[in-house]
């Protein structure tokens, strides 16, 4: 034999799986893990839709609107300002006035 002799000792190991995934490998369960199921009949999945959404709905955009406005708002500017100087710097006064430089 090339290799030497194969062990004879099987080690009884299980596969976690892909990046510590227990379910990818068909990994051991944990032990002592308390799985807790409801049946789909049993789902509400619209309740509360008309009576609760719109407060939560405009109390997480209230809080959210400081993160995502700001941003927008600078980087629409940015983008007025730098339109306005392109076209200023492709016009005639824009050549005539940067024309030294150019040379």
Request: aromatic share 14%; charged share 20%; no cysteine.
């Amino acid at each position: 034999m090339a290799g030497g002799p194969k062990s004879e000792r099987v080690r009884n190991t299980w596969h976690i799986g892909g990046w510590g995934n227990p379910f990818s490998g068909g990994g051991q369960p944990g032990k002592g893990t308390t799985t807790y199921a409801l049946s789909p009949n049993r789902q509400r999945p619209f309740a509360g839709l008309l009576t609760k959404a719109p407060f939560n709905t405009f109390r997480r955009v209230k809080n959210q609107v400081l993160y995502v406005v700001p941003p927008f708002v600078i980087a629409y500017y940015a983008m007025q300002w730098s339109i306005e100087r392109n076209e200023y710097l492709n016009s005639k006064a824009g050549r005539a006035e940067f024309a030294e430089d150019e040379e």
